[in-house]
């Protein structure tokens, strides 16, 4: 019975094994077709040069993935996940009663931040956003609900701040929410070009800042220095 049993548990070893094996492969062919999706654009990648450049066959690469497009829309939804966390964890503020409502300031200035530091993932997202503008591109529905998604997220954590009474009533935040988004995207372009952030990152600190109200600039201050957030051009 217990060579039964240990046969039985080393299926069992050699089942977990290929499993973490496939995944450990699956993440070294997306981060290879990350950093080539984000070099040449969907047009100029193959496959076979994904495959190369993950050190996998190409059959592997067809078996996580069947087609270049499946790839590509895998590395897009995976890659513009990375900074929700910021957005849920200020939704999660209030839902959670969390007792300092300052934290969801925090939590948005620190997405903005994050914005201007993925080099790779702001070049991915702003390039094939671009191309996706023709509806016969492959990521075209993918950008149109990524466009939608993050405006509605904008809008809502500065819903929670208006809330709060960080921002006026008056403000209109989803209309903010689109301003500070296309502000953003701008800016990435700039910095993609230039190399430098830290202008780009103290007017996206100065935009944030004009929709706050006075009596709140110094709470914001503190936050984007303790996040090495520059709040004037130096």
Excluded at 98 to 115: H, K, S
Excluded at 125 to 151: C, E, N, Q
Excluded at 167 to 184: G, N, Q, S
Aim: proline share 3%.
């Amino acid at each position: 019975m217990a060579r039964v049993s240990d046969e039985g548990n080393s299926g069992e070893t050699a089942h977990r094994a290929l499993y973490v094996s496939g995944r450990q492969t699956r993440e070294e062919i997306l981060e290879a077709a990350m950093e080539l999706f984000s070099e040449r654009a969907y047009n100029g990648v193959s496959t076979r040069d994904i495959a190369a450049a993950a050190g996998v066959t190409h059959a592997g690469v067809r078996y996580h993935f069947p087609d270049k497009e499946q790839l590509l829309l895998a590395v897009l939804t995976r890659y513009s996940q990375i900074g929700d966390q910021y957005y849920e964890q200020a939704v999660a503020r209030i839902d959670h009663g969390d007792p300092e409502p300052w934290g969801v300031l925090r939590d948005f200035t620190a997405y903005l931040r994050f914005t201007l530091s993925q080099r790779y993932r702001a070049q991915l997202l702003i390039m094939h956003g671009i191309l996706a503008a023709d509806k016969s591109h492959p990521a075209h529905d993918f950008f149109a609900d990524r466009y939608r998604d993050s405006t509605r997220q904008y809008a809502e954590v500065m819903g929670l701040l208006q809330e709060l009474g960080y921002i006026d009533r008056k403000v209109d935040v989803e209309l903010a929410a689109i301003e500070l988004i296309a502000l953003v995207e701008g800016l990435q372009i700039r910095w993609l070009i230039s190399g430098d952030t830290s202008i780009y990152q103290t007017i996206i600190y100065q935009a944030l800042a004009r929709l706050l109200k006075p009596k709140h600039l110094e709470e914001y201050h503190r936050i984007a220095q303790d996040l090495g957030f520059p709040s004037k051009r130096s």
